[in-house]
Every structure is written in structure tokens, then in C-alpha cells.
């Protein structure tokens, strides 16, 4: 086997063998592929190999939208092959490069082609482009042999060998087409090549069988082999997307649409952000609101805030289909549990966005959850439709006063049950309500998850302090007015960000020794009190001195 | 009540698992200690089989031996619809009784496959058996890709699937632990998708559930 | 060169269990395969037993109700399990059963918890109870092993009695490159630890015999009972230790994805790497 045929296409496939639900086994050159296609018709071809532990995807589950590993149920998204969940440990997001090795896939004559580093045009089959696609007879004998032998077989009939290994490969046949009845041809050609077969593999035998090949298996990222995995990405844009749909989905709400023009995007899980970078300089975050195995597009829902600095405003008044927007990738710090025995959902307003995209996820899994929407008016409830997907899991509280609110509250959370997790998200006196009312009816705080979109305290920049790096071994001086992040950053520590406002959590920083003076929304009252964790952007010390674990 | 002898490891007992979950049939199970008890050359066993073999039956004073033997008795007896073995219709009838044979020969070949790298059967040849279910599953495979063609679910024809499909199920999947890959059947393999989908399907070790089909899909 | 010349020193010296005294006493001669040499174990006249390849004796012991053997020259006695010897306890072998993979890939699969859910579904695990808590592992210098203690996991049928699920806790003991032992607390005396074990005969580097050891106080449950509970569980293992690729189990830390879950799996990896075990395994790139 020369290298290069890594770079040609060869068909793995009959288009009809991948059929819904199902994972189709494959192999070329050696190396096993697990094809599968999803519920939008994608076509992924991956290779066959769960990259935890290596165990055969093609014994997983197609559920449509993801495919699940059989030995620990991690999930891979359709197209990106992005790991969306690791049920070992529910609480955490994985980290964005668990991605599986994919290959290029191309359908077309009712094939599927790959090719480990093929690029470029598929082969031209002139006259048999629309032929019929013959039933692949595989075989125990080498590619070469398998092509000599078919060589004069029947001008009618154009062939493809799949070298499967060295001592493997699958005829695949595609005739033209004729009058002669389908089922017929099929037969026909069936029996025929399985003749041929049958005196192949005799031919194979009498020689010596050569050593299988022995695919090269990549390495995964180096950052993944130690733990905790660490977020290295700044507030950067790291994509460009045209927006593809606009449209108005609630009285002061539009969805979004964005399509990335030249990239497959990045893989995203349920409750993660988006920095969407406006042509007027701001920076905005926005959750992502797609069901899982939607990956060939993200959408946001972006309400038009009464007092918009410039942000929800533009989005309204001034972006239109075509528009081109800088994003970051998706981040996760409002990561969902799924080993909850059931999940309440309680979103005010806006405040569906993150968790319309969680709820879709349990709801695929078939996972029990309540979902709660409370909202000004019903021509204010955004996403109807898919909350209506969820039938008798969705009740709309609509028009309530804070007091009707709390009361509905008191009754959602009346019996807490320490294998149920919450999830809230809406306008800040909601989610302190909630969070009080929860407290008060005996949930734990690690049961309570919430997500502000901001931050409304006033941040006090009063007072200079220390900061020492313990794995760095640097110290620097957090002036009056200066933010703990600004100060890594000047000194060239890439510490990653996204609101800046101490709202979203990813700044967030381990803390060894020091006083911390929190001012952020994002961590719990018990995650502040341990102290072990800082928001870099806008939370302090009241030490003199801070050890900080980077 | 229905009383089955089985041993939970047996490809052959599964197939009658299977029936008996398919029909809901009250039964209870006697767990005979075939590894390491050798339980099925006993004495005691050896006068309800004097083949000492799994599965055997007791039902209703009756003892019955034989997988396929059961299974006929299974669905005459309690599938009241007789969609699993329908003895109306010659040519479906012959047909079954066709595959039947042919899921003894599967047990012949996997089956023994299977019991030699597991299960310390060093006396038989293995090599012989792979090549043997190789030869059997390229001919299950072209079946049902024909079968495919004419939109046929099942391996005999008719909208249901009948006792050919249990009969053939066990020793088709375990055949891996017999060193029998299964990647060159791509129509069996989506077969057996689809029999996992049969409502009232259970497992067995070395089996998993397939996921929810596209039409119990929610939306 | 012989194939056991290529074997290297450490793997060549260790004993190995290759038949259940049980199995013997149903088959005359046990054949079987070590480290790619075909072996044959028998009673001798004396009513001991004996070990030979086709050339040579072996040398040969009896613990835990198998026979062990070594193709070198072992420098130590075979590892100690001191709950074996307690009056009370039920010994009983469970099953010895074949499977298509390495014998590290199988020991890794034992030490793994994350998976009852998946592959043990409803007995050993449930979804949604898929959490791996962390745990502690320590690699013991004293008595070369490796220990993994407060391994807790949500089970469905904790208890026979009871019908919900509760935590189990569990101790891991890897005391051998091919063997490993899980302690749990007995449903008769929480004072005390059932065990199984499983002592892993390598037969080729992608092939090997498991067999299967438990010491119990159990008291209600017949010997077939218990045996069939464990077969039922390893059957379950089997399919997906038949399917992982590779069969070797690769000690470059980068070859696949570790979590935090996989702690116990991160300290075997690195210990068969310092001991330079070579069989079995895809050595680490130098």
C-alpha cells in the first residue's frame, strides 16, 4: 500500500446502508470508521473509537441528534464530533477540544465516500454517475487481486474497490442504467460477483496473507491529559458568522440565526454563551438556545433591553440577514447536570434562553423535567413553540405580581427532594426570590443553579492589594481602580473573560491564601464563603495580599 | 405455571426468554448451574434431557427440549394473533421451518465459536466453527439485503416478525465473543437494530438495548 | 529467539493463576495458553498438582483455590489476601472465561466505575446516577500495589433486602500487573469486606482467561447463585471489552482521554509504565 491513497476517496458505504438511528461499521486502509446519519440527513463519518477509552462507537447509540458511547455514555455531536457530556461528572462542562477524530465525508452516485486526507473532487464516473448501486460483496483478499480480477467482467458495469486491509476489501459496483428490471439487476450481479468471490478468495488463499495494516492512532490534545482541564481563551472573536434568519419571536424578542460561511462551528452544550461582537464595538453575551445535535448553526434570542447601552438596540434596529458578526466560541458556565431524578426549570423573560437549550437536551434523552416560564404577557413569551413541544412539562405563569410570583414560587419548591435539581435564569429580583424561597424550603445551595445576565452591584475599585502566582511565581500590585484581570492581562497572562462584569464565571480563579472581597453574581453564597475562588474581573481582596492558583 | 431451565449465559435459553417476554407469559425460571456445575449432566437433569442440554421446558406436566422445539410450542400455545408462527399459509410456514434450520446451524458454528474462547471448550475446532458462521452469515446477509429491496422487515415476509427472526437473534449477536466480526453484514447488523426494537425485547449479557427508533422519536 | 525470550523479565517472573482447582477436578488435563506458550495442568499421582509446557515442568502453587504458575523464576509468593484464610468466609470460584482483549484492558474495566450505569444497567448502576465521586488512590511502595478507597457509586440493589438504591463504597486493590481485587461492605456485617477478585491469565497479549474469585460472608445466597451473578456481570464486560481498540492498552498518557473518574486508571497506566511491563500494553514513546 502506497501512503498516498490516504489522500484519494474511496466509497465506504451504499447511501441506503446508512438508515436512521443505525451506526454503520466501516474500514479503510486499516483504519475502522463508525458512519452514521443523523436525524438532519448529516452524514458523519468518524473513527471508530470513543476517544475516552477507545471502545468501538459503531456498538453506541445514533439517537438522532448525538452519538452515545456504549461503555460510559459520553455524547458526541452530530457534524462537530464535540463531546457535549460526560455523565461521570455531571457538573462540570467538557472541555471544548473533546472532539473525535472525523473525516471528510462526501454522498453523492448513492455512495458515501471518505478518505483519511482526501480533498478535492470525487471521482468523475461519467455514464455511471446515475447508475444503480450494486449490492458490495466483501471479500477475503488483497485490493489489487480484487481489481485485476474484475478486470473484463461486464462493460455495463463500473467498479470501486474499498481496500478494506491488506487481505480485505468490498466490491462495490455501480451499472448502468437499463430497462432491465432493478430487482432483477441486483440479482443478477449479485450472483455473479459472489461467483467471482467465491474464486478470489481462492486465489488469496494459496498465497501468503499479508500482515494487517496498522492504523496510526493521533494523540489527543496535550491539555487534556492533565486535570483539570483549564480554559487558555481570552475574550477573543474567534469566529465570523452571517446572520441567516431574523426574525420576531415575541413582542420585543428576535431570534437570531448564525451560520458560519467556511468553518464547521465549534461544539456547544447546553447553557453555553456567546461573546457576539457588534459592529459598534460592543461586546455582548448571549446563551445559545439550540437543541442538541444542532450544529451546523447557532441561535439566540436577544430582547430589546429598555435602557440598551448600545447592545440589544443595535441587534434590533440595525442587523439584518446577511450581516456579517464576529463570535467567540461557545463557553459553559452554566453547565446541566443530568443526573438529576428530575429538573425544575424556572425562567423569567429572557432569562428561557439558556435554558430552552437544557431542557431540549433532557427531553431528547428522555429525561424527566418541569419547565416554568413566568412572563409579562403571552405575546411576551419567547420560543412558544418549543416549550409547547415539552406538553404537560411546561406551565406558563403569565402576568404575575412579585407576591402572585413568590407564592407560585413557594408552591413549585415546596417539597424539596435532594436528588431534584433547579435551574433558574430571568431578571434579578426573580432570581434572588427564587434563590431565597429555595433556601427557606430547605434546598441546598448545590441544588440551586442559576445564571444572571448581569451584574447590578456597584462595583467598588477602592484600595490596592497583592497578588501573588503561586504556579508562576510572580507578584504584582492591583492599583485603585485597576481589576485583578486587567493586571494579568498587562503582564501578558492570558486569563480568559467574557462579561466582565462578574456575571457569566469565566474569569473565575482558584484562590490559595487571602481574603476575598466578592462582588460578583456568579458564585453561590456557600462557593463564597469557602473562599477558594475568585472573579477576577470585578472581586478584590480585603487582604493585603491574594495567592492566586495560576 | 410455565417452567423454564435455563442458564442466563446460553444463547439458546435467551431465544426462549425472548418468546416468553414477546407474549407476556407468566413463567418461572429454575437456574440450572451449567458452568462451572456442569448441572445439565446430572443425574436429575439427564431424566428431563436425556440430551443434556438447555433449554428445557415444564409446562403444564409437560416436558419440552429443544430451542426451536419450544419456540413452535410457545407460539401455538400462547400467541393468540399467531402473527410469530403462522400456520395458515404454506409457503410462510416452509419458509420459517427453513430458517429454524438454519438458526440450528448458527448455534453449530457461532455458537461453538463462542463456547471455545469463552467458556474453555478446548475440544472443539474453532476455526472450523468461525468459517462455518461466516459462511452462514454471508447468506443471512444477502437474504435480508434482498429482503431490504422489497421493503421486507423481517426475514419471512409479512409485516410482523415471526419465530425465524428469534431463532436466529442470540448466537447472530454474541458472535463476536466467538472472534466472529460482524462489519461485512451491514444488512444484518441493520437487522438487528431493528429486532431490538420489537416491543417487549429484553437483553442478555453481551447484548445492549439499541436506542429509540426514528418513529418512537418525540418531536 | 523463543517467544519467551522476548517476554520481558518482570512479566516472565510474576506467578499466574491457570486453573480453578474446581475445573480440575471435571477436566483431567487443563490446556491452556501462557504468555503465548501452551501449558497443560494436571493432578499428579501424589494428588498435588503440576504445570508443564511441552518441554518443561513449572513451577506450580496453590492459593485461593487455583493453581499458580510462573514460565520464570518468581523472587516472591504470590500476593497476599488475608480475608481468604478467616474461618466464616465462603470461598468460591465464580467462573474462568475467555475474552478477546488484553489482559490491562480488563483489569482497567474492573477498577472502572463509570460504566455500571451504562453496562451494568439496573444492578451494579442506573441512570440518571451516573456521578464518579472522587476518590482517593494511592500507590502503596511497602507492598507495590495500588489501593483506590472511598469509591463510592449509587447502586439500584445495594442491598438484596431493599428495593431503592444507596451509595456503596468500595476498596480497589491492584496487587499484581494482571490481577485486582474490590472490597465491599458485607450486607451481613458492616464491620467486615466481601471480596472478588479476579486473576487475569494473560494466554497471548490480545487474549486472556479471567478467572473469578469471591470470598464472602454471605450466608443466604447458594454458591450458583453467587457464581451466577458474577458471570451475569462479566458477560456484560465482555462486548465492550471485545470491542476496544486498541486491544493493547496504551500507556502514552495522550493514546486516549482521561477524567477525573479515571484516577485509578491514570495510577496503573503510570505503574505499569515504571515497571516497564511490556505485554499487553503499547509502551509510552521513550
Known amino acids: 500500500m502506497t501512503p498516498n491513497l490516504h489522500s484519494h476517496w474511496f466509497p465506504i458505504a451504499s447511501s441506503t446502508d446508512l438508515v436512521p438511528r443505525h451506526v454503520y461499521q466501516a474500514q479503510l486502509l486499516g483504519r475502522e470508521f463508525a458512519v452514521w446519519r443523523a436525524d438532519d440527513g448529516y452524514v458523519n463519518v468518524w473513527e471508530n473509537r470513543c476517544l475516552h477509552r477507545g471502545v468501538r462507537l459503531s456498538i453506541g447509540i445514533n439517537d ?166 483549564l480554559h487558555t481563551i481570552g475574550r477573543q472573536a474567534d469566529f465570523t458568522v452571517t446572520i441567516t434568519n431574523k426574525e420576531t419571536v415575541a413582542e420585543d424578542v428576535v431570534r437570531l440565526r448564525l451560520e458560519s460561511l467556511t468553518s464547521v462551528l465549534p461544539t456547544f452544550q447546553p447553557g453555553a454563551h456567546i461573546d457576539l461582537h457588534l459592529q459598534n464595538g460592543l461586546v455582548r453575551q448571549y446563551s445559545l438556545t439550540n437543541g442538541p445535535g444542532e450544529t451546523d448553526h447557532y441561535t439566540i434570542g436577544v430582547k430589546r433591553e429598555i435602557e440598551s447601552r448600545g447592545g440589544s438596540a443595535t441587534i434590533h434596529d440595525h442587523l439584518r440577514v446577511g450581516d456579517n458578526l464576529a463570535i467567540s466560541a461557545p463557553r459553559n458556565n452554566f453547565p446541566l447536570r443530568r443526573d438529576a431524578v428530575r429538573t425544575i426549570f424556572i425562567a423569567g423573560g429572557i432569562g428561557v434562553t439558556p435554558l430552552i437549550s437544557m431542557a431540549q437536551a433532557l427531553n431528547v434523552q428522555g429525561l424527566d423535567f418541569a419547565f416554568h416560564y413566568f412572563v409579562q404577557s403571552e405575546t411576551r413569551a419567547a420560543f412558544s413553540q418549543e416549550l409547547h413541544a415539552f406538553n404537560e412539562a411546561t406551565t406558563f405563569h403569565i402576568n404575575l405580581s412579585p407576591h402572585a410570583t413568590s407564592e407560585e414560587l413557594t408552591h413549585i419548591l415546596s417539597d424539596p427532594n435532594p436528588t431534584y435539581h433547579i435551574y433558574v435564569c430571568g431578571p434579578i429580583p426573580m432570581l434572588d426570590a427564587t434563590r431565597k424561597i429555595a433556601k427557606k424550603q430547605g434546598w441546598d445551595d448545590e441544588q440551586v443553579h442559576f445564571e444572571y445576565f448581569k451584574n447590578t452591584n456597584k462595583i467598588n475599585t477602592e484600595g490596592s492589594f497583592e497578588i501573588d502566582l503561586a504556579r508562576s511565581a510572580c507578584t504584582f500590585t492591583v492599583s485603585e481602580g485597576q481589576s485583578i484581570l486587567e493586571v494579568l492581562r498587562s503582564n501578558g497572562i492570558n486569563m480568559p473573560s467574557s462579561c466582565e462584569t462578574g456575571a457569566c464565571g469565566t474569569c473565575r480563579c482558584g484562590v490559595i491564601a487571602g481574603e476575598i472581597d466578592h462582588q460578583d453574581v456568579y458564585l453561590t453564597d456557600s462557593e463564597k464563603a469557602k473562599g477558594n475562588t475568585i472573579m477576577t474581573c470585578v472581586s478584590r481582596s480585603r487582604s493585603d495580599r491574594l495567592i492566586l492558583d495560576i | 405455571m410455565l417452567k423454564l431451565y435455563d442458564y442466563e449465559l446460553s444463547g439458546n435459553c435467551y431465544k426462549i426468554r425472548l418468546m416468553l417476554s414477546f407474549l407476556d407469559v407468566v413463567h418461572s425460571i429454575e437456574s440450572v448451574d451449567f458452568y462451572p456445575g456442569a448441572q445439565h449432566k446430572s443425574p436429575a437433569f439427564l431424566r428431563l434431557n436425556p440430551m443434556g442440554q438447555l433449554p428445557v421446558i415444564e409446562d403444564a406436566g409437560m416436558v419440552l427440549r429443544d430451542a426451536q422445539a419450544i419456540l413452535i410450542y410457545l407460539a401455538a400455545r400462547y400467541d393468540s394473533q399467531g402473527v410469530w408462527f403462522p400456520r395458515d399459509d404454506p409457503v410462510r410456514l416452509g419458509q420459517i421451518a427453513q430458517w429454524l434450520a438454519f438458526a440450528d446451524s448458527i448455534t453449530a458454528t457461532a455458537s461453538v465459536a463462542r463456547l471455545h474462547d469463552g467458556l474453555l471448550y478446548s475440544h472443539v475446532d474453532s476455526e472450523a466453527a468461525r468459517l462455518g458462521a461466516h459462511k452462514l452469515f454471508r447468506i443471512l446477509d444477502e437474504h435480508l439485503y434482498f429482503c431490504e429491496q422489497v421493503e421486507q422487515t423481517w426475514i419471512c415476509p409479512g409485516d410482523q416478525p415471526t419465530l425465524a427472526d428469534i431463532a436466529c437473534f442470540p448466537y447472530v449477536m454474541l458472535s463476536e465473543e466467538g472472534g466472529i466480526s460482524r462489519i461485512d453484514y451491514p444488512a444484518l447488523r441493520r437487522w438487528c437494530d431493528r429486532f431490538k426494537r420489537i416491543p417487549g425485547f429484553v437483553v442478555m449479557p453481551g447484548i445492549f438495548h439499541a436506542g429509540p427508533g426514528l418513529e418512537a422519536s418525540t418531536v | 529467539m523463543t517467544v519467551i525470550d522476548s517476554i520481558d523479565p518482570v512479566v516472565r517472573d510474576l506467578w499466574y493463576a491457570v486453573a480453578a482447582l474446581d475445573d480440575l477436578d471435571l477436566i483431567d488435563v487443563q490446556e491452556s495458553v501462557l504468555l503465548d506458550t501452551p501449558i497443560n495442568v ?245
Open chain 3, 42 to 286: 494436571c493432578h499428579d499421582t501424589s494428588g498435588g498438582v503440576q504445570c508443564r509446557t511441552e518441554l518443561r515442568p513449572l513451577p506450580v502453587c496453590e492459593r485461593y483455590g487455583y493453581v499458580w504458575t510462573s514460565l520464570g523464576s518468581p523472587q516472591t509468593d504470590v500476593f497476599s489476601i488475608p480475608e481468604y484464610v478467616e474461618p466464616d468466609r465462603r470461598n468460591i470460584h465464580a467462573a474462568t472465561i475467555g475474552v478477546h482483549t488484553s489482559a490491562p484492558r480488563t483489569i482497567e474495566n474492573f477498577l472502572d466505575m463509570g460504566h455500571f450505569p451504562y453496562v451494568h444497567t439496573g444492578i451494579l448502576g442506573a441512570e440518571p446516577h451516573t456521578e464518579v465521586r472522587d476518590y482517593n488512590v494511592e500507590v502503596s511502595v511497602e507492598r507495590d500495589e495500588i489501593v483506590a478507597t472511598n469509591c463510592l457509586f449509587w447502586q439500584p440493589m445495594a442491598a438484596a433486602a431493599s428495593s431503592s438504591g444507596a451509595d456503596v463504597d468500595y476498596i480497589y486493590r491492584v496487587p499484581h500487573p494482571y490481577c485486582a481485587i474490590l472490597y465491599k461492605s458485607s450486607p451481613i456485617d458492616d464491620k467486615r469486606l466481601d471480596v472478588i477478585a479476579v486473576f487475569l491469565q494473560p494466554e497471548t497479549q490480545e487474549q486472556v482467561r479471567a478467572h473469578m474469585m469471591l470470598s464472602l460472608l454471605d450466608e443466604a445466597s447458594t454458591d450458583h447463585q453467587i457464581r451466577l451473578f458474577q458471570q451475569t456481570i462479566f458477560g456484560q464486560d465482555k462486548p465492550i471489552l471485545e470491542n476496544q481498540f486498541p486491544k493493547r492498552l496504551p500507556l502514552d498518557p495522550r493514546a486516549e482521554t482521561p477524567i477525573r473518574a479515571d484516577k485509578s486508571a491514570i495510577a496503573y497506566r503510570r505503574w505499569l509504565s515504571d515497571k516497564g511491563i511490556t505485554y499487553g500494553v503499547i509502551p509510552a514513546a521513550a
Open chain 1, 64 to 229: 438522532g441528534r448525538e452519538l452515545k458511547c456504549q461503555y460510559h455514555g459520553w455524547r458526541y455531536a452530530n457534524r462537530t464530533a464535540g463531546c457535549t457530556y460526560i455523565p461521570a461528572h455531571p457538573a462540570d462542562a467538557p472541555a471544548r477540544t473533546i472532539c473525535n477524530n472525523t473525516y471528510p465525508a462526501r454522498e453523492a452516485h448513492g455512495l458515501i465516500w471518505t478518505g483519511e486526507h482526501a480533498s478535492g473532487s470525487l471521482p468523475d464516473l461519467g455514464c455511471f454517475a446515475d447508475g444503480i448501486v450494486l449490492r458490495p460483496i466483501p471479500l477475503n483478499a488483497p485490493a489489487e487481486m480484487v481489481s485485476e480480477s474484475l478486470e473484463g467482467y461486464d462493460s455495463d458495469v463500473f467498479f470501486l474497490v474499498q481496500p478494506c486491509d491488506s487481505n480485505r476489501s468490498i466490491i462495490r459496483g455501480l451499472a448502468k442504467p437499463s430497462k432491465r428490471d432493478r430487482l432483477d439487476l441486483l440479482r443478477y450481479h449479485n450472483f455473479a460477483l459472489q461467483e467471482l468471490r467465491d474464486h478470489i478468495e481462492g486465489q488469496a488463499a494459496s498465497q501468503d496473507t499479508p500482515e494487517p495494516l496498522v492504523p496510526i492512532i493521533s494523540q489527543v490534545a496535550a491539555e487534556l491529559v492533565d486535570l483539570p482541564v
